[in-house]
């Protein structure tokens, strides 16, 4: 059986909390638990290497200090 | 409907909030809309949704005849969504890719605001254009503050060089007083041109992406934090 995909959210959904719990059952949606720059990059590498797609927004920012093009470059180098 | 398979982007609009605001009944907005805009690449899709629900059904049944690769273009008028819809069309377009297990090619997102400055806007997206993503933001001239929500394929991701052409997207109504700022239906128009342009700049450019990380394919970037609260 093939895995599903796995999303990872910068940021928590607070408001479409119904379509997230629709999310789940064909994705595997996680939070971010990263805590600082080197910690999310290096993670990157690790433990999120096989995600699938990121849900941000820019309040993201905020939260892990990087912009998309940062993580952009770092993802395809 | 086969022949929308050939469309190369394609486009959402609610225009509800900017037919109310000028006038005009939902039938005739759409009609010469698709009259000047449906034309080669460009192709627009009208929908006059009066709750999320139906909004999400409907990109739903259209999201289903876009093709891989793919552009999907949302234009909104921002007075139209609130923060759960927008959350909700997100969570839904990743929904949708992962069960298809294809991903378009980038989405973007439009939001339009009865306030806005060019000036701190061009400032914005040149900032996040410089890698190759691109946010569209609208500013509110009083707060300063942004908002908008972007989604990027990062396989085919805008270039900077074709970010600059979204600026014009909203145009300083300050200094065009009557022609945009004061009738949204013109501006609404304005917008479709200018996504016509985006479209043919998009697809006319290849960018060379060998070192991607396969794995990630798809990068939805939503702002709903700062969209009006305005009840619908």
């Keep these: 059986?093939?895995?599903?995909?796995?999303?990872?959210?910068f940021n928590p959904v607070r408001h479409a909390l119904t379509v997230y719990k629709s999310l789940s059952s064909v994705t595997e949606p996680e939070v971010l638990t990263s805590k600082s720059r080197a910690e999310i990059f290096q993670d990157f590498k690790g433990k999120y290497n096989n995600i699938t797609a990121i849900y941000s927004t820019s309040s993201s920012y905020a939260v892990c200090l990087i912009h998309s093009f940062e993580l952009y470059n770092q993802l395809t180098a | 409907m086969k022949s929308q398979k050939n469309r190369e982007l394609y486009a959402f609009c609610y225009f509800r909030h900017i037919c109310k605001l000028v006038g005009r009944k939902h039938t005739a907005h759409k009609q010469v809309c698709e009259r000047k805009f449906s034309?080669?690449?460009?192709?627009?899709?009208?929908?006059?949704?009066?709750?999320?629900?139906?909004?999400?059904?409907?990109?739903?049944?259209?999201?289903?005849?876009?093709?891989?690769?793919?552009?999907?273009?949302c234009i909104s008028s921002s007075c139209m969504l609130r923060k759960s819809h927008l959350e909700s069309l997100?969570?839904?377009?990743?929904?949708?890719?992962?069960?298809?297990?294809?991903?378009?090619?980038?989405?973007?997102?439009?939001?339009?605001s009865r306030s806005w400055?060019?000036?701190d806007g061009y400032g914005e997206v040149h900032t996040e254009a410089d890698g190759l993503f691109l946010q569209l933001?609208?500013?509110?001239?009083?707060?300063g503050q942004s908002a908008g929500f972007t989604a990027y394929g990062v396989r085919k991701p805008i270039l900077p060089h074709q970010a600059f052409i979204f600026p014009a997207l909203f145009p300083k109504h300050h200094e065009?007083?009557?022609?945009?700022?004061?009738?949204?239906?013109?501006?609404?128009?304005?917008i479709y041109r200018k996504a016509s342009m985006i479209s043919r700049a998009t697809f006319s450019r290849k960018p060379n992406l060998s070192g991607l990380n396969k794995n990630l394919n798809f990068l939805f970037t939503i702002d709903a934090s700062l969209i009006s609260s305005t009840p619908t």
């Design chain 1, 1 to 9: 059986m093939m895995s599903k995909p796995r999303i990872l959210f």
């Design chain 2, 39 to 73: 034309h080669g690449k460009f192709e627009g899709c009208w929908m006059n949704p009066t709750a999320c629900d139906h909004t999400i059904t409907a990109l739903s049944h259209e999201f289903q005849s876009i093709e891989p690769q793919r552009h999907l273009l």
């Design chain 2, 90 to 112: 997100a969570l839904h377009v990743i929904m949708w890719a992962s069960e298809a297990k294809e991903y378009p090619t980038s989405i973007l997102g439009v939001t339009v």
């Design chain 2, 117 to 119: 400055s060019i000036k």
């Design chain 2, 137 to 143: 933001y609208r500013f509110s001239a009083k707060s």
């Design chain 2, 176 to 190: 065009a007083p009557g022609r945009y700022g004061e009738d949204r239906f013109l501006l609404g128009r304005y």
